[in-house]
């Protein structure tokens, strides 16, 4: 049975730092990419980054790029997404997705490409 379970969200103020992890069975990083959603009240789930760990191929959306790092470690089953330099508009319930295969290179993945879904962890940014 496949399962991811999302981690180490919480409130921090602007400028902060948290990291979120995504322990995950039932698969494993050579067959699957793994991406880090989020959505905000009222908003879409947007894509934040993604990484297919087997060929380091990673993807960060543009509002994220240079502030967020995208990692996984195989022995540990898990994947984690280090965020820096918060901002109020990075709050949002965040969530980890496993996609079969690679990312293709030519921008992001599409929602519908991920077969499995975590719960989500909540991130708060106080300004």
């Known amino acids: 049975e496949v399962q991811l379970a999302e981690s180490g969200g919480g409130l921090v103020q602007a400028g902060g730092s948290l990291r979120l992890s995504c322990a995950v069975s039932g698969f494993t990083f050579d067959d699957y990419s793994i991406g880090w959603w989020r959505q905000a009240p009222g908003k879409e789930r947007e894509v934040v980054s993604c990484?297919?760990?087997?060929?380091?191929?990673?993807y960060y959306a543009d509002s994220v790029k240079g502030r967020f790092t995208i990692s996984s470690d195989n022995a540990k089953n898990t994947a984690y997404l280090q965020m820096n330099s918060l901002k109020p508009e990075d709050t949002a319930v965040y969530y980890c997705a496993a996609m079969r295969g690679m990312l293709s290179g030519y921008g992001p993945p599409s929602f519908y490409e991920f077969d499995y879904w975590g719960q989500g962890t909540q991130v708060t940014v106080s300004s």
């Open positions: 990484l297919t760990s087997r060929i380091g191929r990673t």
